[in-house]
């Protein structure tokens, strides 16, 4: 019913730019994406969400560097990440949040992508 894509990622060198993006494929209400990205031996964090309204909300690590945006008609929603530096390398991840008719909520992860920012 749900299925979450992403795409984009990769290497960069500091001070470079990437794009990522992450499709929900679903009938169903979204009530908010989020970016999160992890690193070896550390939890999760959150970098940066966007909700079904154009609210967005920045992790202060990235605040003014990376750019979180929409397309509703499409389901999808980018992570412009700009000015990279190498505390920027980590596995990205999509999360989505679905709501059914029966009113309850639901999240899902995207797979995931490495991106490493090095010179």
């Known amino acids: 019913q749900v299925q979450v894509v992403e795409s984009g990622g990769g290497s960069v060198t500091p001070g470079g730019s990437l794009i990522r993006s992450c499709e929900a494929k679903?009938?169903?209400?979204?009530?908010?994406t989020s970016w999160y990205r992890q690193v070896p031996g550390k939890q999760r964090e959150l970098v940066a969400d966007i909700n079904n309204l154009g609210n967005t909300n920045y992790s202060d690590s990235v605040k003014v560097r990376f750019t979180i945006f929409r397309d509703g008609a499409k389901n999808t929603v980018w992570l412009q990440m700009n000015s990279l530096k190498p505390e920027d390398t980590a596995v990205y991840y999509c999360?989505?949040?679905?709501?059914?008719?029966?009113?309850?909520?639901?999240?899902?992860w995207g797979q995931g992508t490495q991106v490493t920012v090095s010179s």
């Open positions: 999360n989505v949040v679905i709501g059914f008719y029966d009113d309850s909520l639901s999240d899902y």
């Open positions: 679903t009938i169903f209400t979204i009530y908010g």
